[in-house]
């Protein structure tokens, strides 16, 4: 299985084999609602992810209540966190005051008062909360939703909903001021009532837009554009129209821009529908015909059940008038190129006129699902499902550069929360350049802790510098492939050594160079496509240089133009997955100053167009054995004298290898080369021709 290369900083997670997902009840003890309001966070910060849930209980009165998780698949109701009772709404939390502690914005109705909630109940971290009287319209039959839509490190608010006065429908936009006020921003956009108001950087400008969905005299969906002033414009894309449903934004293809699933009924009361609406990155959209099943009263999630790292959907609701059974809870998985297939094997109980939730409530990397509403019986019910899809194992190599220490004669350890702590128990192996590595497989997901130990006891220990440290240790979530780590420096979050200058080369002999120019793109630069533009120093050549630190292991691709979709596809052979069913170049950056080898726009080997006619006749006849276990021959055919230069390289893009002949005559040539000490794994073999690759081959050992 081909190894992914990540640093300790940035992890990339590519495709695995899907797995039978299954759903277990765990028998939370829920209230059982519906009308359902529901929020889940960590609310008091131990690491677990925690359930608000408020509804209409069967004898008809309201109820909310803040479930702890006891991190055992068990929940508790907090006797500290006092809310009114409320149902019809919506809730969601957010950290707006800044203090670590998430809050919790609501909207509902209290059938017994009779009153509308909007209200923000703030985390004293102690278990309280506090209601803030804030002068938000009091609505219900609504959605809330929160952004920092100017991005200015404050969370702002978006309500839609019902309100007892003239104009009764109402959308507000309110920013918070920071210091415990929120303003209301002017805007004009259609109030509703049951519809959806949410949040999302559709168009890819690092502001928040928005989406909002229901009934104002008529069916409304709508997507505005934020033009990053406090101002927002209709977007004019065309969304089916519709109320008594829910929107969710994801990126389901894995493309950069995010899409967008709706659902509800509009029209007469037959048009029931849920579409997925494609983002093609121009601010268009495109309807794909998948065959969800249309649902109103529904509720919409999307997460990676399966495991696949791609992210599937959850649909629940009624695909006709509520009452009459035709119910729906169904898991879609994505199979990608926009293919979505029903989970046979889910089993959820149906549910409507509710909500739902997706998190991993007992910490085993996989998203489990809480549902609340009226369920086939027409009673109200609510649940947490635990995901029991299997897990699959992967390898991870941790690796250390040492050169900055003197080694102890005891030798290098790694102590992780996978080996009970143990300072003398796992010794690391010397792989060369002062470099040492462990390897050991893991189930995906599994959260790991872990530090190097120059000897056998701690006090030996490094010190992990604060931003890469979890606990002073350092971290990492397992990925879905096997993993080789950056070689960090001990006690550092980098490679050891200083930066040294790569310069990266590109032949476009064989493409139509884009009028916006050459660029690269790479770990090493935020994977920007418009910021390194390559310059043409002839021959169709293009080149780029970069300072990068010593040992560093980057990925990197070239992009004709200054947009994704005009990156080069890079070949398997010569790459490492990129998370999103395609491949990057990837390179371990050496110890001094180097000028890769300039190949052709997405090969893995030099253009022979564009190169001179006599070099380009040169070329390599054969090498042999191979695979090879000792020696190594190479037969090669000059038609010229020339300088010549034959390296080997491995498969991270490091020189292993170099033999040089000053003034080769033209004509047939052999070398044989002892290369016993090589490790076995695949290599690249280059000719070069007075400093003109002529030919890569890769060899195997």
């Given at each position: 299985?081909?190894?992914?290369?990540?640093?300790?900083?940035?992890?990339?997670?590519?495709?695995?084999?899907?797995?039978?997902?299954?759903?277990?009840?765990?028998?939370?003890?829920?209230?059982?609602?519906?009308?359902?309001?529901?929020?889940?966070?960590?609310?008091?910060?131990?690491?677990?992810?925690?359930?608000?849930?408020?509804?209409?209980?069967?004898?008809?009165?309201?109820?909310?209540?803040?479930?702890?998780?006891?991190?055992?698949?068990?929940?508790?109701?907090?006797?500290?966190?006092?809310?009114?009772?409320m149902?019809?709404?919506?809730?969601?939390?957010?950290?707006?005051?800044?203090?670590s502690?998430?809050?919790?914005?609501?909207?509902?109705?209290?059938?017994?008062?009779?009153?509308?909630?909007?209200?923000?109940?703030?985390?004293?971290?102690?278990?309280?909360?506090?209601?803030?009287?804030?002068?938000?319209?009091?609505t219900?039959?609504?959605?809330?939703?929160?952004?920092?839509?100017?991005?200015?490190?404050?969370?702002?608010?978006?309500?839609?909903?019902?309100?007892?006065e003239?104009?009764?429908?109402?959308?507000?936009?309110?920013?918070?001021?920071?210091?415990?006020?929120?303003?209301?921003?002017?805007?004009?956009?259609?109030?509703?009532?049951?519809?959806?108001?949410?949040?999302?950087?559709?168009?890819?400008?690092?502001?928040?837009?928005?989406?909002?969905?229901?009934?104002?005299?008529?069916?409304?969906?709508?997507?505005?554009?934020?033009?990053?002033?406090?101002?927002?414009?209709?977007?004019?894309?065309?969304?089916?129209?519709?109320?008594?449903?829910?929107?969710?934004?994801?990126?389901?293809?894995?493309?950069?821009?995010?899409d967008?699933?709706?659902?509800?009924?509009?029209?007469?009361?037959?048009?029931?529908?849920?579409?997925l609406?494609?983002?093609?990155?121009?601010?268009?959209?495109?309807?794909?015909?998948?065959?969800?099943?249309?649902?109103?009263?529904?509720?919409?999630?999307?997460?990676?059940?399966?495991?696949?790292?791609?992210?599937?959907?959850?649909?629940?609701?009624?695909?006709?008038?509520?009452?009459?059974?035709?119910?729906?809870?169904?898991?879609?998985?994505?199979?990608?190129?926009?293919?979505?297939?029903?989970?046979?094997t889910?089993?959820?109980?149906?549910?409507?006129?509710?909500?739902?939730?997706?998190?991993?409530?007992?910490?085993?990397?996989?998203?489990?699902?809480?549902?609340?509403?009226?369920?086939?019986?027409?009673?109200?019910?609510?649940?947490?499902?635990?995901?029991?899809?299997?897990?699959?194992?992967?390898?991870?190599?941790?690796?250390?550069?040492?050169?900055?220490?003197?080694?102890?004669?005891?030798?290098?350890?790694?102590?992780?929360?996978?080996?009970?702590?143990?300072?003398?128990?796992?010794?690391?192996?010397?792989?060369?350049?002062?470099?040492?590595?462990?390897?050991?497989?893991?189930?995906?997901?599994?959260?790991?802790?872990?530090?190097?130990?120059?000897?056998?006891?701690?006090?030996?220990?490094?010190?992990?510098?604060?931003?890469?440290?979890?606990?002073?240790?350092?971290?990492?979530?397992?990925?879905?492939?096997?993993?080789?780590?950056t070689?960090?420096?001990?006690?550092?979050?980098?490679?050891?050594?200083?930066?040294?200058?790569?310069?990266?080369?590109?032949?476009?002999?064989?493409?139509?160079?884009?009028?916006?120019?050459?660029?690269l793109?790479?770990?090493?630069?935020?994977?920007?496509?418009?910021?390194?533009?390559?310059?043409?120093?002839?021959?169709?050549?293009?080149?780029?240089?970069?300072?990068?630190?010593?040992?560093?292991?980057?990925?990197?691709k070239?992009?004709?133009?200054?947009?994704?979709?005009?990156s080069?596809?890079?070949?398997?052979?010569?790459?490492?997955?990129?998370?999103?069913?395609?491949?990057?170049?990837?390179?371990?950056?050496?110890?001094?100053?180097?000028?890769?080898?300039?190949?052709?726009?997405?090969?893995?080997?030099?253009?022979?167009?564009?190169?001179?006619?006599?070099?380009?006749?040169?070329?390599?006849?054969?090498?042999?054995?191979?695979?090879?276990?000792?020696?190594?021959?190479?037969?090669?055919?000059?038609?010229?004298k020339?300088?010549?230069?034959?390296?080997i390289?491995?498969?991270?893009?490091?020189?292993?290898?170099?033999?040089?002949?000053s003034?080769?005559?033209?004509g047939?040539?052999?070398?044989?080369?002892?290369?016993?000490d090589?490790?076995?794994?695949?290599?690249?073999?280059?000719?070069?021709?007075?400093?003109?690759?002529?030919?890569?081959?890769?060899?195997?050992?």
């Open positions: 299985m081909k190894k992914t290369l990540l640093s300790l900083l940035t992890v990339i997670f590519i495709g695995s084999t899907a797995f039978t997902q299954t759903f277990e009840d765990i028998n939370a003890n829920l209230n059982d609602v519906f009308y359902t309001i529901t929020t889940t966070g960590d609310f008091d910060n131990d690491s677990d992810t925690d359930l608000f849930l408020a509804g209409q209980l069967a004898d008809g009165s309201d109820v909310s209540i803040l479930y702890i998780n006891n991190g055992d698949e068990t929940f508790t109701p907090s006797t500290e966190a006092i809310f009114p009772d149902a019809i709404g919506a809730a969601e939390c957010a950290d707006f005051n800044n203090d502690w998430l809050d919790i914005l609501v909207q509902a109705f209290n059938n017994e008062t009779l009153d509308n909630y909007t209200k923000i109940f703030q985390n004293n971290g102690d278990g309280t909360f506090t209601e803030l009287s804030l002068g938000l319209p009091q219900y039959m609504g959605d809330v939703s929160c952004a920092d839509f100017d991005n200015d490190g404050n969370i702002d608010i978006g309500i839609c909903g019902f309100i007892n003239s104009p009764y429908y109402i959308s507000r936009i309110f920013k918070n001021n920071g210091d415990g006020t929120f303003s209301e921003v002017s805007t004009d956009i259609p109030g509703t009532m049951y519809g959806k108001f949410k949040w999302a950087d559709y168009n890819n400008d690092s502001y928040q837009d928005f989406i909002i969905t229901g009934w104002e005299d008529d069916f409304t969906t709508e997507i505005f554009m934020n033009n990053g002033d406090g101002t927002f414009t209709s977007s004019g894309i065309d969304i089916h129209k519709g109320w008594l449903g829910d929107v969710e934004w994801a990126d389901y293809n894995n493309d950069g821009n995010i967008l699933v709706v659902s509800g009924t509009g029209g007469d009361g037959d048009d029931r529908f849920c579409l609406y494609k983002n093609n990155g121009d601010e268009t959209f495109t309807e794909m015909n998948i065959g969800f099943p249309g649902v109103s009263h529904s509720a919409l999630e999307w997460a990676d059940f399966d495991n696949d790292n791609d992210i599937d959907l959850f649909i629940c609701g009624t695909e006709t008038t509520p009452g009459e059974g035709n119910y729906v809870s169904a898991i879609y998985l994505n199979e990608g190129g926009d293919v979505f297939s029903e989970s046979t889910a089993n959820l109980p149906t549910v409507y006129w509710g909500d739902s939730e997706t998190a991993d409530f007992n910490n085993d990397g996989k998203p489990d699902l809480m549902l609340s509403g009226y369920d086939i019986t027409e009673t109200p019910y609510s649940a947490i499902f635990k995901n029991n899809s299997e897990v699959n194992s992967y390898a991870v190599t941790f690796r250390v550069n040492m050169s900055n220490e003197v080694i102890s004669p005891n030798g290098v350890h790694i102590a992780g929360s996978f080996q009970d702590w143990d300072p003398a128990a796992t010794l690391m192996t010397n792989t060369g350049n002062n470099t040492y590595e462990y390897t050991q497989s893991f189930d995906q997901g599994e959260t790991l802790e872990f530090k190097f130990i120059n000897g056998t006891i701690w006090g030996e220990d490094e010190s992990v510098p604060g931003e890469c440290a979890q606990n002073n240790n350092r971290f990492l979530s397992v990925p879905v492939q096997d993993t080789i780590l070689a960090v420096c001990f006690g550092s979050c980098s490679p050891c050594g200083d930066a040294v200058t790569v310069i990266f080369n590109v032949d476009m002999s064989e493409q139509i160079v884009s009028p916006d120019g050459i660029h793109v790479g770990s090493f630069q935020g994977w920007d496509p418009t910021s390194s533009e390559m310059t043409n120093t002839g021959n169709n050549i293009y080149s780029v240089s970069y300072n990068i630190n010593s040992f560093e292991v980057i990925e990197y070239f992009i004709n133009g200054i947009d994704w979709p005009e080069e596809i890079v070949p398997e052979e010569c790459g490492v997955p990129d998370g999103f069913d395609a491949f990057n170049r990837f390179l371990e950056v050496p110890d001094y100053d180097t000028a890769l080898v300039s190949v052709c726009f997405g090969s893995c080997v030099p253009c022979i167009t564009g190169i001179d006619n006599k070099i380009a006749q040169s070329e390599i006849k054969g090498i042999y054995p191979n695979p090879f276990s000792d020696n190594l021959s190479i037969e090669y055919y000059l038609t010229k020339t300088h010549t230069e034959i390296c390289y491995n498969s991270i893009g490091k020189k292993i290898f170099e033999k040089n002949y003034n080769k005559k033209a047939m040539h052999v070398e044989t080369f002892s290369l016993a090589l490790s076995k794994g695949v290599y690249f073999m280059i000719l070069k021709s007075d400093g003109i690759v002529i030919q890569t081959e890769k060899v195997v050992k």
